[in-house]
């Protein structure tokens, strides 16, 4: 079996600068190394961008690169011709006014968003946020679209289609819904304290209705006492919930594992062997190349075939175009104009 064909492993890590250094090669080719997120960091200008990802691919043919690219604040590459994209907030706003034109947008912006990452060599971005704006959580604020889960539901079902457009599968996130908790967990523990059918009956009900249209999923770093002691991307509980209830067949990533919200697992092996075995596909550990080492060198399991297969279909679908050819395509042309409008 030659490098290309090697099936993809259950941990997505970073690199450390703009350019790859021996110890970020050494862990891009890890057996166990399946994917790579990129962060602003990471980022100067889009030659080094595509410099970067050319680069990854060759140290680790097939690998998966992705990034947090949701719009508004959450958006790691603003200059250089990158569109700036609206926060899915400004989408749900525009649904009190105008339903069709607001679901016409969602589209639009995540084909926009989708065929620009492509462009620069990335696959996915971890997008949409499916949490509800309960107007508490700063942490979520305006990355949520709206506090009603139809309405959620369908701009990011909208959103998905864009982003299907340019070949890009999707990751809903923070399930069941981090948006009730005013914690924030890249510092704390945030604790939920309603009760299962609550959150079923609210949060967790986009997850069900989008259905087959969800590639991946991103569990919170919340407790929800009344159903499970651990928060939901340890859970043995919740993920199940997801994967039964919902019947969901996509790939489970944890959420970073650095953040303290993760803490409560125990070191960083611990919880990223706690995420794999509570049924998560891949253990996502940033910022912490220490962190990164000590999972490769001691994570066991999380290899599983059916594992592997859903991670590999998360690799994006036809030939990206070019930057340059991109910029002469006359649907992305008409696509950024109407972003415009917001």
């Not at 259905?211 to 999923?217: C, I, N, R």
Request: glycine share 10%.
């Amino acid at each position: 079996m030659n490098q290309a064909a090697k099936p993809l492993g259950p941990v997505m890590l970073d690199v450390v600068g703009t350019r790859l250094d021996a110890a970020d090669v050494a862990r891009l080719q890890h057996p166990l190394t399946g994917g790579v997120i990129l962060f602003a960091r990471n980022y100067e200008n889009r030659a080094q961008l595509i410099a970067l990802t050319s680069a990854i691919r060759q140290a680790r043919p097939g690998i998966l690169i992705a990034v947090d690219h949701e719009g508004g604040r959450v958006q790691r590459f603003r200059s250089d011709g990158f569109t700036r994209l609206p926060a899915m907030g400004q989408l749900g706003q525009l649904w009190e006014r105008d339903v069709l034109q607001a679901t016409k947008l969602a589209t639009t912006t995540g084909f926009v968003l989708a065929a620009e990452l492509r462009a620069c060599g990335i696959d996915l971005s971890f997008t949409p946020v499916l949490d509800l704006d309960y107007g508490v959580s700063t942490v979520i604020g305006d990355r949520a679209f709206h506090r009603d889960p139809r309405v959620v539901t369908l701009l990011a079902k909208s959103l998905n289609h864009g982003l299907a457009l340019a070949g890009m599968a999707n990751c809903g996130k923070h399930f069941p819904g981090h948006g009730f908790v005013t914690a924030d967990s890249h510092v704390a523990i945030p604790v939920d304290e309603r009760e299962l059918e609550d959150i079923l009956g609210e949060d967790a009900m986009p997850y069900d209705w989008l259905g087959m249209s969800l590639a991946a999923v991103m569990p919170a770093h919340v407790i929800y006492p009344k159903v499970d002691a651990q928060p939901a991307g340890f859970s043995k509980v919740w993920l199940s919930l997801l994967r039964e209830r919902f019947g969901f067949q996509g790939v489970i990533f944890s959420d970073d594992l650095s953040m303290h919200g993760a803490s409560v697992a125990g070191g960083p092996l611990e919880a990223a062997q706690a995420a794999l075995d509570a049924g998560c596909d891949v253990a996502l550990i940033c910022n912490s190349p220490d962190k990164a080492d000590a999972i490769l060198a001691g994570l066991k399991g999380g290899t599983a075939a059916a594992s592997a297969t859903r991670r590999a279909s998360l690799l994006p679908l036809g030939q990206a175009l070019g930057w340059d050819a991109l910029q002469a395509d006359a649907r992305y042309l008409a696509a950024r104009t109407l972003l415009q409008s917001l």
